[in-house]
């Protein structure tokens, strides 16, 4: 990002993209309104990798208070075998240590920050406030338009304060970055974003069904180190149809299920959890989605959790648990350490964090589909029963 700031505030003629991204083979590959934090940063003196750094460290700490209150809020108080379990401090640790979130942090990536962001939209639609939902949404899509269909949703369901919190944010800042970087930068970034549809990436962080779909059916040269490559030393391969064609038909199915299946309850945790899941999905059916665009499920486990409780009993509740430990086994640990590299023969071990993800989805889903009313029914029946 400094080398295409560098660049649009230089004395260059030509596209940033067309230079750094196609030319110059440097990965920035991000929308040019994902520039004004970092421009913001440079305006008042932070700009040395050691600042960034430990800004980045203490929006790391700010994550995990935030998300010690939300699981509080959301799961109360806890009892196991009569012993009052610690929540917030446990939440805390969890959100400090969790993979994907370190995993950013070790690397520098602003995503730390994106997931904040995430975290507090949960926490506004917990408490109903649809439009500072939304606002907090367009931030994060600044840098990570996946996001974006949110608002679509949210206009799909009627749900304005949502869509005017989102289109206002949106609106800003498209004006700013375009009087900032010009109408010419943001129409050339359609080029990379034609460019990464059609190829993915290839490295095993790229956790995503075309990241699955490249390892198993490219053959060529390592692409992890390959100069041979679409943009060298990168993990782009080359177009394959029979990868672009399944990721595209996933990636609708994806985009698509939210907007045809909801909750069947109307409480607050319903609405959330709706949210959540629209937005994974909506995360997962991008091409490139990387170990640390995960870090959004942090608050998503919570509110799965609280309906697996709210829902089910007895031995349901306890396979839906332990279905859930399992994925978080599978998203929350470096089962394959981030530096291995990327080996055809390990591809299902190396995409244990999409795995782990796909298997949150299914359980959401179900969840969705089942009542909490359904829960009191059966706890009801059983009383009787026992009677």
């Known amino acids: 990002m400094g080398r295409a700031l560098d660049f649009l505030h230089g004395a260059n003629s030509g596209s940033v993209y067309q230079t750094l991204f196609f030319s110059e083979h440097v990965k920035f590959q991000y929308p040019p309104a994902s520039l004004l934090l970092i421009d913001l940063l440079r305006s008042i003196g932070i700009q040395a990798p050691e600042e ?19 699981t509080v809020q959301v799961l109360g108080s806890i009892r196991w075998f009569g012993v009052q379990v610690p929540v917030g401090p446990l939440a805390f640790l969890a959100a400090i240590r969790f993979y994907p979130s370190n995993l950013a942090f070790q690397i520098g990536q602003m995503q730390i920050l994106l997931g904040l962001l995430f975290l507090l939209a949960c926490w506004a639609v917990l408490h109903e406030r649809r439009g500072l939902a939304g606002s907090l949404i367009a931030l994060a899509a600044t840098v990570k338009p996946q996001f974006l ?4 949703l ?11 919190g989102l289109a206002t944010v949106t609106a800003a800042s498209l004006v700013l970055s375009v009087g900032l970087y010009g109408w010419r930068t943001h129409l050339d970034y359609v080029n990379v974003l034609e460019f990464l549809s059609k190829r993915g990436e290839y490295q095993h962080l790229n956790q995503s069904v ?18 041979l490559g679409a943009i060298p030393q990168s993990a782009f391969p080359p177009y394959m149809a029979a990868v672009y064609f399944p990721t595209f038909i996933s990636s609708l199915l994806m985009l698509l299920t939210p907007f045809f299946v909801r909750a069947r309850d109307d409480d607050r945790v319903s609405k959330l959890l709706e949210f959540c899941t629209a937005s994974l999905l909506f995360t997962m059916a991008s091409p490139i989605a990387w170990v640390h665009h995960y870090n959004i499920l942090l608050p998503i ?35 394959v350490p981030a530096s291995d590299p990327t080996m055809a023969s390990l591809n299902l071990v190396q995409s244990h964090v999409f795995l782990g993800t796909l298997l949150l989805v299914v359980i959401m889903l179900v969840e969705m589909r089942t009542t909490v009313a359904q829960h009191s029914i059966r ?4 009383a009787q029963a026992a009677s």
């Open 210 to 227: 075309n990241g699955i779909l490249v390892r198993w059916f490219y053959d060529g040269p390592s692409l992890d180190r390959d100069p």
């Open 301 to 335: 486990y919570v509110v799965a959790i609280k309906a697996a409780l709210e829902r089910w009993e007895g031995t349901p509740a306890w396979i839906a648990l332990g279905l859930l430990a399992v994925s978080l086994l599978l998203t929350g640990f470096p089962l």
């Open 154 to 164: 949210a206009l799909w369901r009627r749900d304005w304060r949502f869509v005017i």
């Open 52 to 70: 960034l750094n430990l800004l980045n460290a203490g929006v790391l700490i700010a994550t995990g208070l935030v998300f010690a209150v939300f």
């Open 379 to 382: 706890q009801s029946l059983q």
């Open 149 to 152: 269909p949110l608002g679509l």
